[in-house]
């Protein structure tokens, strides 16, 4: 990570925390029954061989891309 750069420009990098780890239990029930409906943030659903395009689409923010679920095959290969 180039610090010289941000320290030469007068940049400030500001952060903060999020206990995550404290909420991750509670958010986990609520998913689990149904409390929270997540699918709403799913824009597009893929097979595991589309990866790569969708990534692609993800990064170039194309064709609406947003959050991408990826199905995968329960059958053995």
């Known amino acids: 990570f180039p610090v010289g750069?941000?320290?030469?420009?007068?940049?400030?990098v500001l952060s903060g925390q999020c206990p995550c780890q404290k909420y991750f239990p509670y958010v986990l029930e609520k998913l689990q029954d149904g409390t929270i409906d997540p699918t709403f943030m799913i824009t597009h659903r893929i097979s595991l061989e589309d990866a790569p395009t969708a990534y692609e689409n993800l990064f170039l923010?194309?064709?609406g891309?947003?959050?991408v679920f990826i199905q995968v095959s329960d059958q053995a290969v």
């Open 61 to 63: 923010r194309r064709e």
């Open 5 to 12: 750069f941000i320290m030469m420009k007068h940049l400030k």
């Open 65 to 67: 891309y947003v959050k």
